[in-house]
């Protein structure tokens, strides 16, 4: 499996969870979201947006 595929962005985690990237972007900052920011841009692990979606009942 490719490692990219374990990662998303911002506008797909958006998405996911029904929100806008800028409340995805505060997600990542608070640490709520396991997260890296590289070259602008942050890349989310895809299982911790599954996390937070079931912890968050979304």
């Known amino acids: ?3 990219l595929d374990e990662v ?3 506008t797909e985690v ?3 969870l029904r929100v806008t990237p ?3 972007q505060r997600l990542c ?3 709520k979201l ?3 920011y590289a070259d602008g841009i942050y890349l ?3 299982q911790s947006a599954a996390d937070y979606v079931a912890r968050s009942n979304i």
Do not use: D
């Open 29 to 31: 900052k608070s640490g």
């Open 1 to 3: 499996m490719n490692p």
């Open 44 to 46: 989310i692990l895809r």
């Open 14 to 16: 958006a998405a996911l």
């Open 34 to 36: 396991i997260s890296r």
């Open 8 to 10: 998303l962005t911002v």
């Open 22 to 24: 800028r409340q995805v």
